[in-house]
């Protein structure tokens, strides 16, 4: 994601809050603070972070240097691939899960 649009998507969150303070601001200050009822702005959902082959590719390969390259090549394998780049997209989540633990038993 580029560095602009998370800066518009901080913007927008900052607009968001700013109307949400300003609304319970108004609540309290007209003394109807307990029979206001705030309505909520849409809350985006957490998207989950798109992990990217660069980020796999950079925690196997510090895996790979501390001796575990048999066990990167087995996880590639796992997931369908001979090689990183043959490794469908959507398994980079849980390949990046099984990397991560690669050692630490």
């Known amino acids: 994601m580029s560095k ?3 800066l ?3 913007v927008s ?3 968001s809050l700013a109307d ?3 609304v319970v601001a108004n609540a309290i200050t007209s003394g109807d603070g307990e029979n206001v009822e705030i309505t909520a702005t849409k809350v985006k959902e957490a998207k989950p972070k798109k992990i990217t082959l ?3 590719r950079g925690v196997l ?3 790979s240097q501390a001796g575990l390259t048999s ?3 087995d996880l590639i394998k796992k997931y369908g691939g001979e090689k990183l780049s043959e ?3 959507s398994h980079y989540g849980s390949l990046l899960e099984d990397a991560e633990v690669l050692g630490n038993g």
Do not use: C, H
Request: charged share 50%; no cysteine.
């Open 87 to 89: 490794v469908d997209p």
């Open 13 to 15: 969150d900052m607009r």
């Open 8 to 10: 518009l998507d901080v």
């Open 71 to 73: 066990e990167v090549r």
């Open 61 to 63: 390969a510090k895996k």
């Open 4 to 6: 602009i649009k998370l």
């Open 54 to 56: 660069e980020e796999v």
């Open 20 to 22: 949400s303070i300003e």
